[in-house]
């Protein structure tokens, strides 16, 4: 967040313990700074959060950022260490909760990029990390009963992948997080749909000239692009002897070609952790 907290390219977006907790940030009023300003979203919770809760509050406020700001690319961080039973964690999501999330970005057929994150109980991350891959490939339908392997001892007493929650309090009443959740959903109205941006190629119009690509010079005589109507003395010009350079084929930028010889790209990647 700290690194994308000036600037409307990237946005991030972030569902976490809140309070006297590490790292003590990620307030609901932290939501970027200058051209950045409403988009970093924060979402602080407290303990015991549960599968219905996140649920209410994950969907609404994904659904409204890419309706809003409308990424080209999303890269999801899964932490483990909201899963019940977690050594550091104070949240209590089953695996099927916690895997929810990961379903309900992939449901938007965007390129996703999907990362691990925290996670203190050994014998739960690779459960969580492997029923998520799962997921993302549309296998979500495995087997309980684990296969034996090299690390089945790891796995007792019951040797199953998923995981049984606890009974711990859930301390997010149900208006605290309405509230929040719509304090977040007012402050993503404000969001520029489509913050795009023309990706400046040297072409004479261009106010930029990128590095690497030759500046563009006044004179005709010395400009590779100039199509001058200067002749030398005693030829004559027609328009099959001329090179029209603006049907020339150009090198665009990244890869995007225009007739025109301009570039055209919009991306815009969102970040998401729990």
């Known amino acids: 967040e700290e690194a994308f907290y000036t600037t409307n390219r990237v ?4 569902f976490h313990k809140f309070g006297e907790y590490f790292p003590g940030t990620g307030d609901v009023l932290d939501f970027g700074y200058n051209e950045g300003k409403n988009y970093a979203i924060n979402f602080p919770l407290n303990d ?32 483990a260490d909201s899963l019940s039973g977690d050594r550091l964690g104070c949240f209590n999501l089953s695996l099927k909760g916690h895997a929810d999330c990961v379903e309900f970005v992939r449901s938007f057929n965007i390129p996703l990029l999907v990362l691990g ?7 739960n991350v690779p459960r969580c990390w492997t029923y998520e891959t799962a997921v993302l490939l549309g296998e979500k339908d ?4 684990l296969p034996y392997n090299d690390y089945f001892e790891y796995f007792g007493p019951d040797y199953r992948l998923h995981l049984p929650v606890s009974n711990m ?4 009443s149900k208006e605290y997080l309405e509230r929040t ?3 977040l959903l007012d402050i993503l109205r404000e969001v520029e749909p489509v913050p795009g941006t023309q990706i400046q190629t040297g072409q004479v119009e261009s106010s930029l ?15 590779p692009y100039s199509t001058g109507g200067n002749t030398q003395e005693g030829e004559e010009e027609t328009s099959g002897d001329r090179m029209d350079v603006e049907k020339e ?18 991306e815009h990647p969102a970040e998401f952790a729990s």
Not at 53 to 59: A, E, G, L, P, Q
Not at 169 to 172: A, G, P, Q, S, V
Not at 209 to 223: E, H, S, W, Y
Request: hydrophobic share 30%.
């Open 48 to 79: 015991g959060m549960n599968d219905e809760s996140y649920k209410s509050i994950f969907r609404p406020i994904i659904q409204s950022i890419m309706e809003r700001y409308a990424p080209g690319a999303v890269v999801l961080q899964c932490g």
């Open 181 to 183: 959740k719509n304090q």
């Open 249 to 266: 084929d150009k090198p665009a930028v990244g890869g995007f070609h225009h007739e025109d010889g301009t570039a055209k790209r919009k």
């Open 169 to 172: 309090e859930n301390l997010n």
């Open 209 to 223: 000239t990128p590095k690497g690509l030759p500046a563009v010079l006044d004179d005709q005589d010395n400009n």
């Open 142 to 145: 495995l087997k309980d009963a």
């Open 117 to 123: 994150g925290g996670g203190y109980t050994l014998r």
């Open 11 to 14: 946005m991030t977006v972030s």
